[in-house]
């Protein structure tokens, strides 16, 4: 559950990180969308279809989700190959070894991830704006035109939704007893008709007790 528009105090976060790195002030925050709340449920479920569990596995999954926020569905199949704790024994176990080998040696972990994915999107909230408010951008100028003045420009048609969106996930894990750091890089195809791919990554970095 959450909220979109002002009320989540985007614009003052991003601005209060801009300051303190000294970059340039963010400029679009007036075209943000209006209040309104999010509440939505996901669901996953996976199943193994194949591998042995400490070197290689072929995960298959999908993903219902409902809601004011987003209804889609998600289907994607999962590789991981490397040294690893088997992927079905606990989250937590896939990014720590707790515990040492016959070697009286710290246990560990390096393997790789891929996982692409296809999801069928009927409705996004983050990019249509939410189920009680409309899209700000799209309201026209009625003010009265004076002589001699250019008439207001027309709003533009907004965006429609890609209904469909291709994705590709992969990256690696390292782990030694219950320290790891992680690497993840994503690419998708444009989420809105017309507009460009959306690319992104990030480290992460775990420590258990």
């Given at each position: 559950m959450?909220?979109?528009g002002?009320?989540a105090?985007?614009?003052?976060?991003?601005?209060?990180?801009?300051r303190?790195?000294?970059y340039?002030?963010?400029?679009?925050?007036?075209?943000?969308?209006?209040?309104?709340?999010?509440?939505?449920?996901?669901?996953?479920?996976?199943?193994?279809f194949?591998?042995?569990?400490?070197?290689?596995?072929?995960i298959?999954?999908g993903?219902?989700?409902?809601?004011?926020?987003?209804?889609?569905?998600?289907?994607?199949?999962?590789?991981?190959?490397?040294k690893?704790?088997?992927?079905?024994?606990?989250?937590?176990?896939?990014?720590?070894?707790?515990?040492?080998?016959?070697?009286?040696?710290?246990?560990?972990?390096?393997?790789?991830?891929?996982?692409?994915?296809?999801?069928?999107?009927?409705?996004e909230?983050?990019l249509q704006g939410?189920?009680?408010t409309?899209?700000?951008n799209?309201?026209?100028?009625?003010?009265?035109v004076?002589?001699?003045?250019?008439?207001?420009?027309?709003?533009?048609p907004?965006?429609?939704?890609?209904?469909?969106v291709?994705?590709?996930?992969?990256?690696?894990?390292?782990?030694?007893?219950d320290?790891?750091?992680?690497?993840?890089?994503?690419?998708?195809?444009?989420?809105?008709?017309?507009?460009?791919?959306?690319?992104?990554?990030?480290?992460s970095?775990?420590?258990?007790w």
């Amino acid at each position: 559950m959450g909220v979109i528009g002002p009320a989540a105090l985007g614009r003052q976060a991003q601005s209060s990180v801009h300051r303190l790195i000294h970059y340039f002030k963010p400029m679009g925050w007036s075209h943000q969308f209006r209040d309104d709340i999010m509440a939505n449920i996901n669901v996953t479920s996976e199943k193994q279809f194949a591998g042995n569990g400490s070197s290689v596995e072929f995960i298959g999954g999908g993903q219902v989700s409902a809601g004011t926020m987003m209804n889609s569905l998600t289907l994607y199949p999962m590789l991981r190959l490397g040294k690893m704790n088997p992927y079905f024994q606990g989250f937590l176990r896939q990014f720590a070894s707790p515990g040492r080998n016959s070697h009286n040696k710290k246990n560990w972990q390096l393997y790789f991830i891929c996982r692409p994915e296809v999801q069928f999107i009927l409705t996004e909230a983050v990019l249509q704006g939410g189920l009680f408010t409309t899209n700000p951008n799209l309201t026209e100028n009625t003010a009265p035109v004076k002589p001699q003045q250019q008439a207001p420009t027309q709003p533009q048609p907004y965006h429609p939704i890609q209904n469909v969106v291709w994705s590709s996930n992969f990256g690696a894990v390292a782990s030694i007893g219950d320290f790891s750091i992680s690497f993840n890089q994503n690419s998708s195809t444009a989420m809105m008709k017309g507009l460009y791919w959306h690319e992104f990554g990030n480290f992460s970095i775990y420590f258990g007790w």
